[in-house]
């Protein structure tokens, strides 16, 4: 199940299950997604990107779906591992103004055995 | 071969004092951020360099102090530290412009008591 609140919101899934990883992000102008992996003491890991003018790309056992119209971005994880247990990000930037990538709240997936 | 390597991993220092972390990348990227990551996870940024030049500067004390000898190097100095700059900062660096994903350092853990 899941969980949002004052914590760092919390997905837990049986490992085998398809995963899915919701962020809402805050500017229409943002043209340019990426999602992240963050393990317990390392830096973010780039997963999978995507840009404005698409609405769905596949990696390996991942998938991001872009929603413009809600501004809204999901990341699906096929029959998902215990190694998948992270904090995962979305991040957007936009050409527009100052170009920087930021990162949403996180969501921290535990996938149990 | 680290691609963002940033020193000290871990950073314990009593509050007042001066600390610096230093961060290399040796991608050949042009830009590169600070971030610092509270304890709930939330990843903000605080600097953008691009070829050792300051771009992003976000409203940050300024008893920060980002250094950039060269486009391969951006050191983070801390004057007057207090408690609430405890954090884990991390060092990223991406390609310039155009949007393109960042690679981030392991993180430098700053407890400062």
């Known amino acids: 199940g899941e969980s949002v609140g004052l914590h760092l919101p919390t997905l837990s899934v049986q490992e085998g299950d398809n995963s899915i990883i919701n962020c809402a992000y805050s500017n229409s102008a943002s043209d340019y997604f990426i999602w992240y992996k963050q393990e317990s003491g390392k830096g973010p890991q780039f997963i999978i990107d995507?840009?404005?003018?698409?609405d769905k790309r596949q990696g390996q056992r991942v998938t991001v779906l872009l929603n413009k119209t809600v501004k809204h971005l999901s990341l699906q994880i096929a029959a998902t591992q215990p190694g998948d247990s992270a904090v995962y990000f979305c991040a957007e930037f936009s050409q527009g103004g100052s170009e920087k990538l930021v990162f949403g709240k996180g969501m921290k997936l535990t996938v149990n055995p | 071969d680290t691609a963002v390597s940033q020193t000290p991993k871990y950073l314990v220092t009593q509050m007042g004092n001066d600390k610096s972390i230093k961060c290399e990348q040796n991608l050949g990227h042009d830009t590169m951020y600070w971030y610092k990551q509270d304890s709930k996870k939330f990843l903000k940024i605080m600097f953008s360099y691009n070829n050792k030049e300051l771009i992003i500067n976000e409203t940050v004390p300024n008893r920060f102090s980002p250094k950039s000898p060269d486009k391969a190097h951006l050191n983070l100095h801390i004057n007057s530290l207090e408690l609430g700059d405890s954090a884990v900062y991390f060092c990223?660096?991406?390609?310039?412009?155009?949007?393109?994903?960042?690679?981030f350092g392991q993180g430098t853990r700053l407890t400062v008591v």
């Open positions: 995507i840009r404005s003018n698409m």
């Open positions: 990223a660096s991406s390609t310039a412009g155009a949007g393109t994903e960042a690679f």
